[in-house]
């Protein structure tokens, strides 16, 4: 029998026992975006937290705003704006119970000062300062992630190890679509699917990675649509609608809470801003692409819902503008400040514990600086 024959022959056999079929359907994203505002579904959402939301939104477009105008007086060294994308930041934070983890990406400032991050110090990594900024185990909230996606085998892990100890901690790992072309995404969602974990991944869907369209990234009917390859479900939300946005991401959280696992949500938004203030967008999309989006700004979306439905009026709407106002003018105060830099804290926080090498290398800088210090008071005598 030749090669081709035995190849014609073959007839693959039944799956063994320990590999069980699954049932895709309902691992698969609805059709459309989920939505609320707009919808009969708004009936039920409660009127004290689309107030919160509101606020927080306000809030979140004036801090884009202000760190923006930051960058142009030389304040930060760059800023990536999520002008647009605010309804996801804000529900991501608020989803989250306080024993939770967020683990965001560069992009996701407003839903680290919303989970209740100091403003200037979310700041302190764009503005070339030392480390971090901020403690993350005081607010549950991973560093900033510059490099894509390396935060989302982290959040698995967490998550994976918090389910091993007995915590009932959920992970909530941010990334942009851009970030989904990275091997980390895949090897995260292999890892939560396999393991169970208690995590739960956020894509904000904004259009672009950098300059590139995400349709020069996958040919997926939607990126929600991976999730089924992983065995886990996908969901596929408005991410201008926050309300819609919240209720996904909270059946998500308590899903995996209840050991569920995980949950891959993409979330359709735009990046109404330049990629970060260094970038030139009229080189990869047009004027009337932006303005299109405008139209579905989410706080317009969220306050004129909010007017119709007698839970927001003029006096409502200002006062969220002056608490805004307030935050802006304060973070404008702290960021004028010069730091006090001291070139000894380059050793601190590197490893858990010093090791040899760094020893040798302080003492040689601290000497330097000594000695520097004996030559200038010598000058001045």
């Not at 490099?147 to 989302?152: C, D, E, G, S, Y």
């Not at 091997?183 to 292999?190: C, I, P």
């Not at 672009?208 to 009917?221: G, M, W």
Request: hydrophobic content about 40%.
């Amino acid at each position: 029998m030749t090669v081709m024959e035995q190849r014609g022959a073959y007839r693959p056999s039944p799956p063994p026992a320990w590999q069980p079929r699954m049932d895709p359907a309902p691992l698969l994203p609805d059709a459309e975006p989920h939505r609320v505002l707009g919808t009969e579904a708004i009936a039920k959402a409660d009127p004290g937290l689309l107030r919160r939301l509101y606020t927080e939104l306000v809030r979140g477009r004036r801090y884009n705003v202000q760190a923006t105008a930051l960058t142009k007086q030389g304040r930060l060294a760059v800023y990536p704006s999520s002008t647009g994308q605010e309804a996801c930041e804000v529900a991501a934070a608020l989803a989250l119970e306080e024993r939770d983890w967020l683990f965001p990406s560069y992009r996701d400032t407003l839903a680290v000062v919303a989970r209740g991050v100091d403003p200037a110090e979310a700041l302190t990594l764009l503005r070339g300062d030392w480390h971090n900024g901020y403690d993350p185990y005081a607010h549950r909230v991973a560093p900033l992630s510059t490099p894509l996606a390396t935060q989302l085998p982290h959040a698995v892990g967490l998550a994976h190890a918090a389910r091993l100890k007995g915590d009932d901690v959920v992970a909530l790992a941010m990334i942009g679509d851009g970030g989904t072309s990275e091997g980390d995404f895949h090897e995260a969602l292999n890892f939560a699917a396999v393991w169970q974990a208690p995590v739960v991944f956020l894509v904000q869907n904004n259009g672009f990675a950098i300059s590139v369209p995400l349709a020069k990234q996958t040919a997926a009917p939607s990126l929600a649509h991976k999730a089924v390859g992983y065995g886990m479900p996908g969901r596929l939300v408005d991410g201008n609608d926050a309300a819609a946005v919240h209720e996904v991401l909270s059946d998500a959280v308590r899903r995996a809470r209840e050991g569920g696992g995980p949950t891959l949500v993409e979330a359709v938004t735009y990046r109404i801003d330049a990629h970060t203030n260094a970038d030139d967008a009229t080189r990869y999309r047009g004027d009337a692409e932006v303005e299109a989006w405008r139209a579905h700004d989410p706080i317009r979306l969220l306050e004129q819902e909010l007017t119709e439905r007698g839970l927001l009026d003029d006096a409502g709407v200002e006062a969220a503008r002056q608490d805004a106002e307030e935050m802006a003018a304060a973070l404008r105060e702290r960021m004028n400040r010069d730091p006090e830099l001291d070139p000894m804290h380059l050793f601190d926080h590197v490893y858990a514990e010093t090791t040899a090498q760094l020893r040798e290398q302080r003492a040689l800088l601290r000497a330097e600086l000594e000695a520097e210090q004996d030559e200038q008071e010598g000058g001045r005598r």
